[in-house]
């Protein structure tokens, strides 16, 4: 029973991590059709901004607030002035964004070092709490309070705030929203930085989980992709679902089935985007 | 046909312009220098301790004025990436286009395996880092000597110390599931058992996974000890993860000679105190050649010296007896890799010799993470003198058994 | 272009035995781009699994020789047989989707090999990886030095290239094509575009595995890493940056990739960074590659 409780707890404490991971790219995938394949390096870019801001004021909800900032601008720079040339290459910002992922990455090398480097949870959220028996961590559990929070946020933003209606709008038809003028490339930069800022807050935010370490954005980037994926382009909500699900499967798969426990993300994957290729929840095909 | 064009003036373009470069690189030793290349890594998961490598190799030539037996000593440092195709084509750079006489490294397992065919094929002798069995068992590399350990090698004498002095009974191992993670584990479940103690768990995470929380739910809690055999930073990581949820003080805590390394240690606090490790050198060791090093590696990077630094620093030594022995003349190929292999020298680590296979044999150390100065070390604890690769099993039965790996020894006393 | 041909076949008298080895790779990595290009540059469909191509090809030919003491001829007959088996099945399940999707599930079944090769370590050794390789002796001729095995690579390259080349230029290239420009208009014009689809997938994963084989006969050693996502994504970055969609694209761009990967990094230790400014300079001034982009700058010189 013991073994039933906490890996719930786990997977539900990593689902939220992932959420905070995968929301970010899924809007910007969903809404301006970009994979960003730099998202996993500004993840990681978050996470070491975080480490140096913890140096100086080591509280980590102001250290998550700058590197969102400071990782939003540095976003918002590379939407403004390299991807919006690329509108209809696709493989041009591959290219692109995998270019700059390289430079990020060898960028935190040379700034922090190769070694990882912890990042300390809140002194207060430090210890363990007993759940049906169990001890479990009560900052993994506040990452989940994250996620749901971050997913209840933004779920008002695109339903309840003209923002996001003017998103909703551009994905559900980018030509007709720019028709009734809608500032779809202002829009476009917008989203941007708001997808980078949640990936660079999530890194701090993973932080005390994974610390910064080189290679945390090649680690990170795939599961970005798996979640949004599964759970389908274009809807944040199945971000959120996605995100739970490969939760469960990665912490059951590697305790049930330690065999597969390589290929146990992309099995179910590879299942449902072949019958269903718009993932669970997709509103269009990817 | 205008991609054909395009394609041979690109290529023939690119070859010529890179011929161009080469040919006057090419010298043919005619300096008199001795060329060594350090094959690290310097990019990736691996790069701290590559890093490490290289610092202490440049720290040991310095301290000998770049002079051994009065040649002067160049180093050639080739990163490989911990990619074995790509250590393959840096040690083609080494040995074609640098013309390194010896070798230092590699660090990884695979790297070596990789490159073994061509070190037999340009004769080079290497001076090995990396901790793969069968080159020194099995399918030895006559070019090949091993001044680190094999995997098994320090978690021989560990799994000992955990069965008669610790006197643990029931424990769980877990590494990372790599060769050197199964070899490892492999050694010590052998000897803890014999020594009639019992494995009842064996975890082998991957390498890259992003969190432990999974195996830990799966650890047995009513278990002794565990045995943790990961490399770089993942024991780190472990234990942290194994600090949340409140284990600590519930199941003790034993390390393989990567899990704990210095270079860890320095990002840990308290809870690493008590901690038993062992390994072939601590940056405690009280010998006069360690006591300088490591002091002089503090005061250069701020931090004590773990296994890669120390194990390029006694390469080194071991380097300039076996030139000694041979009166500086590297050119003879035969004749120095029969000096390296018959080298009996005093390092940072201890009295050091070579065994017929090239693996060292020398002390292995088990080690307690304590405070000193407000940093955290490895004490010394005990020594275990003049270990080889084969603890203290016969060669040839040994050798008779397969290779170290995640199934063999068969591990008997497995509970569901 | 007869002197671009006698430079390539006199290289290896002037260029020293690493320079004539790195030429060696970079046809590798040609071969392999090219392969993939078939795939991305004229069927439109960026695939991050054709490292898988590379493995199954090696690891076969490695096994098969190892465990079964066969011939080169019949491993490497079997070997391809193999992979394009696989890519036969693995295509069926990848063109289900499209776009980001057709890419992920290629990176999900070459990542599935890739797991399989770490962890089914009684048949692939695992992490130690298959050793004890040789390469193999056409008609008697020892392929162990350098230059011998240049001017095999040189041959096996180009043969490959020109044959995708007819390909390409060939009826079924044109279809292909057009799948890639106007999928719905060319099934409403008649063609099946899954089959044509599925048809390039196949005929790139063969030739990907014939860049397998020379691979695992180059290296005489296979590792997990070679069916990697950093293999894959070499390939792909490669053929972009070199322009997709052209023959000589993917070619220059396997060797921008190649010569900054194993040349340059032994002069720079920041070379990924290096490597991460060339692509972002070559999307900003030249968004189609740079075999395109060149011939539109020379076009542009000429007629000013």
């Known amino acids: ?286 | 046909m205008s991609f054909t064009r395009r394609k041979f003036i690109h290529a023939a373009g690119a070859g010529v312009g890179a011929a161009a470069l080469g040919l006057p690189a090419r010298s043919f030793a005619q300096s008199g220098n001795v060329k060594v290349g350090l094959m690290t890594v310097k990019t990736g998961p691996l790069a701290s301790g590559g890093i490490d490598m290289e610092r202490a190799l440049v720290q040991f030539m310095r301290e000998h004025g770049n002079t051994l037996t009065g040649r002067k000593i160049e180093l050639f440092v080739g990163d490989s990436a911990g990619v074995p195709a790509q250590a393959r084509t840096k040690m083609q750079e080494l040995v074609e286009r640098d013309g390194i006489h010896a070798m230092i490294g590699p660090l990884a397992a695979a790297e070596a395996l990789a490159a073994d065919d061509y070190i037999r094929a340009q004769q080079l002798p290497t001076l090995s880092v990396a901790a793969a069995e069968d080159m020194t068992q099995r399918k030895p590399n006559p070019w090949f000597v091993r001044g680190t350990s094999t995997s098994s090698q320090c978690a021989h004498p560990l799994a000992d110390y955990c069965a008669r002095t610790l006197k643990y009974k029931r424990m769980a191992v877990i590494a990372d599931d790599i060769a050197y993670g199964h070899e490892m584990c492999a050694g010590f479940q052998r000897v803890f058992e014999d020594a009639g103690g019992r494995i009842v768990q064996k975890m082998f995470p991957p390498l890259t996974v992003p969190d432990y929380a999974t195996y830990l739910a799966q650890m047995k809690t009513n278990i002794d000890a565990i045995f943790l055999g990961f490399a770089g930073s993942n024991g780190f990581r472990w234990f942290k993860q194994f600090n949340e949820y409140g284990l600590r003080g519930k199941i003790n805590v034993v390390g393989g000679m990567t899990a704990f390394d210095e270079a860890v240690l320095r990002n840990m606090g308290d809870e690493a105190l008590g901690i038993v490790t062992s390994c072939w050198y601590s940056a405690e060791l009280d010998n006069p050649i360690n006591r300088k090093f490591a002091a002089a590696f503090r005061n250069d990077w701020k931090y004590d010296p773990g296994f890669y630094a120390a194990a390029t620093y006694v390469e080194g030594a071991v380097l300039e007896a076996a030139l000694q022995a041979v009166s500086g003349k590297i050119e003879d190929k035969q004749a120095f890799m029969k000096a390296l292999r018959a080298t009996k020298v005093d390092t940072a680590r201890g009295p050091v010799s070579f065994d017929e296979f090239g693996n060292i044999v020398g002390n292995v150390y088990i080690r307690k993470v304590e405070r000193k100065e407000g940093r955290l070390v490895n004490t010394v604890i005990h020594t275990y003198p003049n270990v080889s690769q084969f603890w203290t099993y016969d060669p040839k039965e040994f050798l008779k058994n397969p290779v170290y790996s995640r199934d063999w020894p068969p591990a008997k006393n497995l509970e569901p | 272009m007869l002197i671009a041909a006698v430079a390539a076949i006199l290289f290896p008298l002037v260029g020293g035995p690493f320079y004539v080895n790195l030429a060696s790779q970079i046809f590798i990595a040609a071969l392999f781009a090219a392969s993939l290009n078939l795939l991305v540059g004229y069927g439109g469909l960026v695939s991050l699994g054709h490292a898988a191509w590379l493995g199954v090809a090696a690891y076969t030919s490695a096994w098969l020789y190892l465990r079964l003491g066969l011939q080169h001829a019949i491993t490497a007959a079997l070997a391809l047989i193999m992979t394009t088996a696989t890519a036969a099945v693995f295509g069926a399940i990848a063109l289900r989707a499209t776009g980001l999707g057709f890419l992920m599930i290629t990176l999900a079944l070459s990542q599935v090999l890739w797991g399989t090769a770490y962890r089914w370590a009684s048949l692939t050794n695992g992490d130690n990886g298959l050793s004890g390789l040789t390469r193999p002796a056409p008609f008697g001729l020892s392929l162990e030095a350098p230059a011998p095995f240049y001017y095999f690579a040189l041959t096996v390259t180009a043969f490959a290239i020109w044959t995708m080349w007819r390909f390409v230029d060939s009826p079924f290239g044109a279809a292909l094509r057009g799948t890639r420009d106007a999928p719905r208009r060319m099934s409403a014009l008649g063609h099946n575009v899954t089959l044509v689809r599925w048809l390039t997938f196949v005929y790139s994963g063969f030739w990907g595995g014939v860049a397998g084989l020379l691979f695992v006969y180059y290296n005489k050693y296979i590792h997990p890493t070679a069916l990697s996502l950093t293999t894959s994504a070499e390939a792909l970055l490669g053929v972009i940056a070199g322009g997709a969609g052209s023959v000589a694209g993917p070619i220059v761009g396997a060797a921008i990739v190649l010569i900054l990967k194993n040349y340059v990094s032994a002069y720079l230790e920041r070379w990924n960074m290096l490597l991460g400014f060339v692509f972002v300079i070559i999307v900003i001034f030249m968004p189609e590659g740079v075999v395109p982009g060149m011939r539109r700058w020379w076009l542009r010189g000429r007629r000013a």
Not at chain 1, 248 to 275: C, D, K, R
């Open chain 1, 1 to 286: 029973m013991q073994f039933w409780i906490i890996q719930t707890l786990n997977s539900l404490a990593l689902g939220g991590l992932l959420f905070l991971l995968a929301a970010g790219f899924s809007l910007i995938f969903g809404l301006m059709r970009i994979a960003n394949l730099t998202h996993g390096s500004l993840f990681m870019l978050g996470a070491y901004v975080g480490v140096t801001v913890l140096r100086f004021v080591p509280n980590l909800w102001v250290a998550t607030l700058i590197a969102a900032v400071l990782v939003a601008a540095f976003g918002g720079a590379i939407e403004r002035f390299l991807l919006r040339t690329l509108g209809g290459n696709p493989l041009g910002q591959v290219l692109v964004t995998l270019g700059i992922s390289f430079i990020v990455a060898d960028a935190c090398l040379i700034t922090w070092g190769g070694d990882p480097i912890p990042i300390a949870a809140p002194a207060a959220l430090q210890r363990a709490v007993s759940i049906g028996g169990v001890a479990f961590p009560l900052y993994r559990l506040t990452v989940l309070g994250v996620a749901v929070a971050t997913a209840i946020a933004l779920h008002l933003l695109m339903e309840r705030t003209r923002l996001g209606a003017m998103i909703r709008a551009g994905v559900d038809d980018t030509a007709m929203a720019k028709a009734v003028g809608i500032r779809v490339s202002k829009l476009f930069t917008m989203v941007f930085c708001l997808g980078a800022a949640l990936a660079g807050a999530g890194g701090v935010i993973a932080g005390p989980i994974m610390s910064a370490y080189p290679g945390l954005d090649a680690d990170m980037l795939p599961l970005a992709l798996i979640v949004v994926i599964l759970g389908g382009v274009g809807s944040l909500f199945g971000a959120f679902v996605g995100s739970f699900i490969i939760g469960a499967i990665y912490t059951f798969g590697s305790a049930l089935a330690p065999n597969l426990a390589y290929v146990i993300l992309f099995l179910p994957m590879i299942f449902v985007i072949a019958f269903r290729p718009r993932g669970l929840f997709g509103r269009s095909a990817a």
